[in-house]
Every structure is written in C-alpha cells, then in structure tokens.
C-alpha cells in the first residue's frame, strides 16, 4: 500500500508535487490505473488510481473518501524534553506517531541540554511515521515552551508528570480510558524541585514508569504505550 500525505487535498481530483510524482513513477514505478491512498493529516484516507503517470504532475482520482479513518476514543498530549544526541528525539517522534499520539510539546527545563530543535525536519520524521503505519491524523508537533509557561496553561482530563523520586502513582492509577490526558517528561537528571512543585500546583499527578531509570525518548514512548494499552 502506497499513502502519500497531501494536507491540502480538496475535491476528487489531485495533482502529487514534483517531489512526490517523482517518487511514485521514477522511484516506486507506478502507472496509470494503480491504486494509490492519500492522506490528509485531519483523519481523512483517500483510495484512489493515477489517471496520469507523469512524473512532475501525476494526477490522482479519488474513487472513495474515509472520514475519521481509524480515530482514536482517547488524546494524548506528551511534553517532553529534547535530547543533547537528536537522533534520540527524533526517534521518539517517529515511534509515537506509530503507536499514536495526538500532540507533542519539546518542553525547555533547567537541566535540559538541547535549547532548539529542527521543526521542519520533525514534522518530516512525523510525516513518514504516518505513512509507514497507515496513520490518517497528523500529531501537531508545538514550538519549544519553557516549562514554567507550560503548565501554568496546561489543559486535560488528567494531566500527569513522570518522575524519579518521591511519591508517585502508576498511570493505570489515575487515568480511564477515553481521557484526554497531558503527560510531562523531563530531561536526562530529571525535572528540579522546584520544577516538580511548580507542576503539582498545576494540578500535575506525579507518576511512575517502571522500577528501571529509563532514557528521555525510552519514557516517552513508555508513556505514550501505557495510555494507547489502557484504551485498547
């Protein structure tokens, strides 16, 4: 099965970028009548065949329109701290969005190392992960926020911080499936004092991941399969 992401298709007709009909004639060598799905990143998958196999213009025919395609009961927004090594947060992006994931935030903490990260090339990690797991939302991926902003504003059902030390609950605990909850993840050394009492003023639950001292990307995705299990 071969999805592109087309975020601005309208209609029953559509015409592939250069970048994306070079794929699907030179790189894939597709030709008119092969089937081919689309998706929009708003939840809706497009069947469609190439009426045209040009590899600059391809034109695509929409034959049938899924709304909703495969929407999840529950959202799941995770804030998490970017990494020194990106290739470990990167992951992190790609393996969410398989498992799914509704909204990502690259929180900036005190002992946070990496102060920016690529947003572009983020939303293309996302992008791929889409198409490889057959995925019709788009996970909005935020800009950086300090997390002191953060949570003062944060929204949610249930919203959660994991930690390290201290009291702490398992997220089975404290969150029903249909939810729609905020988890935060700190940086490698864990959130500060201060950052934790910030938080649980906020309304954050303090939770558990495990008895192991996991990595940043390794709680994250940790985080983001506990809520998709509980809702399966």
Sequence with gaps: MQIFYTPDIAGMEYFLSEDESKHAIRVLRMNEGDAIYLVDGKGTFFEAVIASAHPKKCHILVQNVVKDYEKRDYYLHIAISPLKNADRFEWFLEKATEIGIDAITPLFCKRTEKKNFNMERSNRIIESAMKQSIKAFHPIL?????????????TGDIKMIACCEGERHLIRDCYKPGQKVLILIGPEGDFTEEEMALAKSAGFTPITLGKSRLRTETAGLAACHSVHFLNL
């Design 142 to 154: 935020y800009p950086m926020a300090k997390i002191g902003d953060f949570v003062k504003g944060a």
